[in-house]
């Protein structure tokens, strides 16, 4: 019996269309610096959000920002603190800069996680040539959504 409602499941799922395409990092969509859309059409997760911010291997976020509730060795002071983020932009604000902060902040550092270029390429293993294939995004879109869902918690 179970194996008959997973399977009508599946089927409607399929008929309805309702699973979710990831949104390519070349086709994210920007107006005035946000991001309407979520990139996955799942929501984010806080705690892998969280878990994203303050592992260097994934975003390191704390490498440049401060963030009290966090409880990471070394937090950064390069960039704005990010307690009251929240409060400070909205969902859609929030995803636009963590995927590319340069369409909100023109000059900033900030890295675009989300991006595949252009970019100044760095040299191939020190023979200054660009690397011969596209560079991947910093994060996954998945990544991202886990992002902005932390940064929403983080309230005055």
């Not at 995803?95 to 369409?103: E, L, P």
Request: proline share 6%; with cysteine.
């Amino acid at each position: 019996m179970n194996r008959h409602v997973v399977l009508a499941a599946a089927a409607v799922t399929l008929a309805t269309g309702v699973a979710f395409a990831e949104t390519a990092p070349t086709e994210v969509q920007f107006e005035e610096g946000a991001v309407a859309q979520s990139l996955t059409g799942q929501p984010g997760n806080a705690e892998e959000g969280a878990k994203v911010a303050t592992t260097r291997s994934l975003g390191n976020c704390v490498a440049c920002h401060q963030v009290s509730s966090l409880s990471a060795d070394f937090q950064g002071n390069i960039g704005p603190a990010l307690d009251g983020a929240a409060d400070r932009w909205s969902e859609e604000q929030l995803r636009g800069i963590v995927v590319d902060a340069k369409h909100t902040f023109e000059g900033t550092v900030m890295p675009g996680m989300y991006k595949t270029g252009p970019f100044i390429r760095p040299g191939d293993e020190y023979t200054g040539k660009a690397a011969p294939a596209d560079l991947p995004p910093i994060l996954s879109a998945q990544q991202v959504e886990d992002v902005v869902a932390f940064l929403l918690t983080l309230k005055e």
